[in-house]
């Protein structure tokens, strides 16, 4: 059994790390790429969600690899990714690719659910040792959030550009290959020196940005094109509502590491805009702006592949929401057809209006909003 | 008390219910008129832009009846069916009506029947208590509505569309002898007239005749889904998966029409799906039709034409390969 799953951010270290230690052979599928994309866009329904594409286009790759089994999450609804594994098997399986289906539907109750789950997948394994490798698989995704809000700073702050994101590019590359736990804490220790090295500009004027929105297109650089790298050389320091060590904890521990997630504070804040869970991170998109102007952030940018069911419900009330907690929200949309140079000019006259505003500049009652 | 029940959405499910539970309760109820031009432009205007066709038009009902009412009555409706969602954007739906159109007077309640199916009329009821203290009379009018509601159930399952109930002069009487094509798609969809270019009135006018997923009884949807590897949790996918190959089954149909809604979410995977079944176990001719405000009528009727010369008039000459039934 070779087991392949999509990429999404830096969620492949973590799982890596996982079969591994559970003895399962792992065949990645390789970074996405603009051929992943076409792939997927050839392949996958034309209105089906940017994700589901790139999970297809991540699947022929890895087919081509050896992968003969895909590992993936479910979910109840109502939002598509629950559905996904079993479309891209049907997509697959027309186009003659056989692969072998392992999902892991989210557990009903408990942490001891998933274990049980993980444990029937892995056979003969004993309830220790897949305690032990889901614990290797979370603590290195949670070592990588922890660097990653730190390089926000740094990458904002340097005075050598690319500085910080050398540090960051070779803290990924020691934890992918931590083994042990130790060699985990020793990477971001590592890291932490390397990064306290950087020399800043602890004078220059720095934006704060907080980016909400649909979980991948947050998480996976090559969908939203690196924004946070982007916008970081800009000399503005990102923040995202979520992390992948938080959505693990929330969703397949159920809350297992008691006030390890926001989630809770960010919900908070939707109603009266949103008074109802919709699926996806739609509560989280809307709660997170005023969250995020509690924590003194100066925009709001909210990033939503086209079609996403929650993510357009929530960029429908954005606009009273923002008017309402005064911080100026960009909607930007993504699919296949997205052009790099549109994408960046939007982000840059967005900087530019927040940096107008920071400054006591006044547009009027002027907002804007992305469509 | 004047109640306005926008003619978008779930109205063509559940307005014969509403309209009775309203009456019975002493309040007016109002509904839009039929969706056309205005409304359409009136959505557009006001709607994110990638939001899916349906949900502009809602916001079309809405702008239009807004000011001619006390209250507009925009449910939530969580779920019609245990274990079952319908969309994420049902979920939010009062709130993107009450701050993208800021029209604040809306009546409004959770009804979900996720856990149990009894916890819908228990909304119900709850709503009911909002409108007046007296609670006998709050459960004699669901009665009375839950009543209405189920002689227009039984009437659809004889092949009856919601519009042919609800909409104009109400005596067409479907005629299921006549060559038979699913329409599969949101009831929202195909019932809108406007909307679907009178995809319905079209197929009759051919000589043909319409079934829907809504002609199916949720139940035998249900076991037809089970051929899925995993039960949609969207109760429109399971009527239309379900259905779809249920009236597979059991009619002779010609061919299977997809109503699909441009963006629309779900769609994207149930048709795939439904698609996919329907091909591998039928071999039905099938057609996927698209709308959206762009959509222009002539290429639809082009390829509606072409759709019955291919199915029905070379059936007729006898040299078709296509089997007209499993
Ligand atoms: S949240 Fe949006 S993009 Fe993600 S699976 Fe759901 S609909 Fe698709
Ligand atoms: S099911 Fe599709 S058409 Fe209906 S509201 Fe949701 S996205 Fe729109």
């Keep these: ?371 | 008390m004047k109640v306005g029940i926008p003619r978008g959405l779930y109205f063509y499910d559940y307005y014969p219910f509403w309209e009775t539970f309203f009456q019975e309760l002493g309040v007016e109820v109002v509904t839009s008129k039929p969706t056309d031009k205005e409304i359409l432009n009136l959505g557009v205007e006001a709607a994110v832009d990638d939001a899916c066709l349906p949900v502009k038009v809602f916001f079309g009902h809405v702008r239009f009846l807004k000011d001619q009412v006390d209250y507009l009555f925009i449910p939530r409706y969580v779920s019609e069916y245990r274990r079952t969602y319908i969309c994420p954007k049902f979920l939010g739906l009062p709130e993107m009506i009450i701050f993208r159109l800021k029209a604040p007077k809306v009546l409004s309640h959770d009804l979900t029947a996720y856990q149990k199916g009894a916890d819908f009329y228990r909304g119900v009821y709850v709503f009911g208590k909002k409108i007046t203290p007296n609670g006998m009379k709050v459960m004699r009018a669901t009665y009375t509505a839950w009543k209405k509601q189920k002689a227009y159930l039984q009437k659809k399952y004889l092949g009856y569309q919601p519009q042919d109930l609800i909409d104009g002069k109400q005596e067409y009487v479907p005629d299921l002898k006549k060559p038979l094509f699913a329409v599969v798609g949101h009831a929202y969809n195909i019932n809108d007239r406007y909307a679907s270019m009178d995809l319905i009135k079209k197929i009759r006018r051919f000589g043909g005749e319409v079934l829907t997923p809504d002609n199916v009884p949720f139940a035998e949807a249900v076991k037809k889904a089970g051929l899925l590897p995993k039960k949609p949790f969207w109760s429109f996918a399971i009527k239309n998966f379900g259905g779809s190959i249920y009236l597979a089954e059991n009619y002779p149909l010609k061919g299977v029409i997809n109503l699909n809604s441009f963006g629309c979410g779900p769609d994207s995977i149930i048709t795939e799906l439904t698609e996919r079944y329907l091909k591998r176990k039928f071999s039905l001719p099938f057609l996927n039709l698209t709308i959206d405000e762009h959509t222009g009528e002539a290429g639809l009727v082009t390829r509606l034409e072409a759709f019955w010369d291919m199915t029905v008039e070379r059936s007729f000459a006898g040299e078709s390969n296509l089997p007209a039934h499993g």
């Design chain 1, 1 to 371: 059994m070779k087991v392949t799953y999509p990429h999404m951010g830096n969620m492949a270290i973590g799982v890596k790390a996982m079969l591994e230690e559970l003895g399962l052979e792992v065949v990645l599928p390789p970074p996405i790429t603009k051929k992943t994309l076409t792939l997927g866009t050839k392949y996958g329904p034309e209105f089906a969600c940017l994700p589901l594409k790139l999970n297809l286009g991540n699947f022929i790759e890895a087919y081509e690899l050896g992968a003969d089994t895909i590992l993936m999450a479910g979910g109840t609804g109502p939002c598509r990714f629950g559905y996904y594994a079993y479309v891209e098997q049907e997509i697959l399986r027309d186009l003659g690719i056989n692969y072998d289906l392992l999902v892991l539907e989210p557990p009903e109750r408990n942490i001891m659910e998933f274990i049980a789950k993980l444990k029937k997948i892995t056979g003969n394994k004993s309830i220790f040792q897949v305690i032990k490798a889901i614990k290797k698989g979370f603590l290195k995704i949670k070592a990588a959030d922890e660097i990653e809000k730190k390089v926000v700073f740094f990458r904002a702050r340097e005075i050598t550009k690319g500085a910080t994101d050398r540090v960051w590019q070779e803290f990924l590359q020691n934890l992918n290959r931590a083994r042990e736990e130790k060699e985990i804490e020793e990477a971001v220790n590592q890291a932490v020196v390397g990064l306290a090295r950087i020399p800043v500009d602890l004078t220059r004027e720095v934006l704060k940005i907080g980016v909400v929105g649909e979980i991948f297109t947050l998480l996976e650089p090559f969908t939203n094109f690196n924004i946070e790298r982007y916008l970081g050389s800009l000399g503005v320091e990102v923040h995202r509502t979520i992390y992948l060590s938080e959505w693990v904890n929330d969703h397949l521990f159920l809350g297992f590491f008691k006030n390890y997630s926001r989630h809770k504070e960010i919900v908070k804040e939707a109603p009266p805009f949103l008074c109802h869970f919709i699926g996806g991170h739609g509560r989280e998109t809307v709660g997170g702006v005023r969250y995020l102007k509690k924590q003194g952030f100066d925009g709001v940018i909210q990033l939503l592949p086209f079609t996403c069911m929650p993510e357009i419900v929530a960029q429908a009330v954005l606009p009273a929401v923002s008017e309402v907690a005064g911080i100026p929200v960009l909607s930007l949309v993504v699919d296949e057809h997205t052009g790099e140079a549109g994408f960046i000019t939007r982000l840059e006259a967005f900087c530019d209006l927040l940096s107008f505003r920071k400054k006591g500049g006044n547009y009027g009652k002027r907002r804007i909003f992305g469509g």
